[in-house]
């Protein structure tokens, strides 16, 4: 007989909150797993009543989506909590936000689908789609300390002439090249000051992704460019890639939900 947890199953999944934050400062540096399991201790001093998995090690239902790369800054990272009781998102967001060291700054949240239950599966669906399915490319800004503007732009026309440029990284799995021109949608330099330019990048979320490190190494393989300082990346923004090279909100179908919601209710 297969062996099962004691005591009561969980309460079941009754909200799900959309949450976007920020990772600043010198918390660029966190890994994923450092940014989850500070997470995890936040929503538990904030006494966020989430909702937990089965099993013998229950754990909070927590939905991340498209995580920046270590040593990446970032104003556009985007989690969805999984609630056991119905809370005002905002109450969510006032009490995280709090709870976390600051660097790690919740700046927005909704429900999702703009219904009390969410809609959702496992997955985290909502009631308009999972946020997953809003969100295929970033847009950053990369600051290069040391390189003047004209180097930057020489090397971004070169790069962007090319169909196809291979780079190579290291992975879990060895060694990979992959092709980094394809996921680069748009690239626009300009300077802040004679001695550092600046890297305005819209890229596409592609297999495997392609971060602003590998743009850089592909600027490298096609003139020679090769910053003296370490880049500073900050993503932007992320969301679904719209045809003017802009990005679509990925939040903004749950606050259309919650405002026909409320436009009902008042009828």
């Known amino acids: 007989m297969a062996r099962r947890p004691e005591g009561p199953p969980p309460p ?8 976007r934050f920020a990772k600043r400062g010198r918390l660029r540096f966190l890994s994923h797993r450092d940014v989850a399991r500070t997470f995890e201790r936040g929503l538990r001093r904030a006494e966020v009543p989430m909702a937990y998995s089965a099993g013998f090690s229950p754990h909070p239902r927590i939905s991340w989506v498209g995580a920046a790369p270590t040593g990446a800054a970032s104003e556009a990272e985007y989690v969805e909590l999984a609630l056991a009781v119905v809370v005002e998102p905002d109450r969510v967001r006032a009490a995280l936000d709090a709870a976390l060291p600051p660097g790690l700054d919740v700046l927005d949240a909704v429900q999702a689908g703009g219904g009390a239950g969410g809609a959702g599966g496992a997955g985290g669906a909502g009631g308009s789609g999972s946020l997953a399915d809003r ?3 970033s847009r950053w800004r990369i600051r ?10 020489a090397a971004v026309a070169e790069l962007l002439r090319r169909d196809e440029v291979q780079v190579e990284r290291v992975t879990k799995d060895g060694r990979r090249r992959f092709d980094a021109r394809g996921a680069v949608v748009l690239a626009v330099c300009r300077a802040e000051n004679d001695t550092c330019a600046i890297l305005e990048l819209v890229a596409r979320h592609t297999t495997p992704a392609v971060r602003p490190d590998d743009v850089l190494t592909a600027l490298y393989v096609v003139a020679g460019l090769r910053p003296s300082a370490p880049p500073e990346p900050t993503r932007l923004e992320q969301g679904r890639l719209l045809d003017d090279g802009t990005l679509a909100d990925p939040l903004a179908p749950d606050r259309n939900d919650a405002g026909r919601l409320v436009g009902r209710s008042s009828v």
């Open 12 to 19: 079941p999944v009754v909200a799900r909150v959309r949450l």
């Open 144 to 153: 290069l300390p040391t390189l003047g503007e004209p180097a930057l732009s």
């Open 135 to 137: 969100i295929d490319a």
